[in-house]
């Protein structure tokens, strides 16, 4: 069936195809980070991601005290294409302990 | 992996944009702004030309605009309506230029087939 689909891996992003249909984390720039199932990819790194949590990170320090406080706003997509040159890392999601 | 068909398009994820010409999405930008509208047009390097938009900021306060001409290279996401088989989209977009092409050259030669699905890229 399979005859065009080379299943070993010999690049880098051989190792993104093995994610296909798998939920990912994906780090991008801007402080944000994106968690969701991977339908396509291609060599530029767009992708297209299903059922996205979209995770920012901002930081904001307190004008008296000077502590950082670390905000993060989160918003759901259900369809998505994310253009590649966003893109810092992609991974298989992270456990959080 | 795959060889995608002639077209660079079909090589990268540009062409389901591409595919989706004609419909309503919401593409935001580097710049945090959002354009809501019809896409009327996307090339190669994915510059888009969107009509009848909507443009918001972060605070939202929204600006109607006709006519959107969008660098690629600006583009964070593209939200793709859910309704829709985008995979369908493609494949009509890739058979309608197959056509056209053929056509061009006298009616001679026929569509090429369906890719075999493959994984990822070219």
């Known amino acids: 069936m399979a005859t065009e689909e080379d299943s ?73 294409f994310v253009r590649g040159d966003g893109v810092i890392l992609v991974s298989p999601p992270l456990r959080t302990s | 992996m795959g060889k995608r068909g002639q077209r660079a398009s079909e090589r990268t994820l540009v062409c389901v944009i591409q595919a989706l010409v004609g419909l309503e999405l919401l593409v935001e930008l580097r710049n945090d702004l959002s354009v809501r509208g019809v896409l009327d047009d996307c090339d190669n390097a994915s510059n888009v030309i969107i009509k009848d938009a909507t443009v918001e900021d972060v605070e939202g306060v929204q600006r109607q605009l006709p006519l959107v001409f969008l660098r690629g290279s600006n583009i964070r996401f593209v939200h793709i309506p859910d309704n829709v088989d985008v995979m369908q989209l493609v494949e009509d977009r890739r058979l309608m230029l197959d056509k056209a092409a053929t056509a061009y050259m006298g009616g001679k030669g026929a569509p090429a087939p369906k890719p075999v699905p493959g994984a990822g890229t070219a």
């Open chain 1, 8 to 80: 070993a891996v010999k690049e880098p992003l051989d190792l993104i195809r093995l994610s296909l249909d798998e939920r990912i984390y994906v780090k991008l720039r801007s402080d944000r980070e994106l968690r969701g199932k991977l339908h396509a990819y291609d060599q530029h790194l767009n992708m297209i991601l299903g059922e996205v949590e979209e995770v920012v990170t901002s930081v904001e320090i307190d004008d008296e005290t000077y502590e950082e406080i670390v905000r993060t706003s989160k918003r759901n997509v259900p369809y998505l």
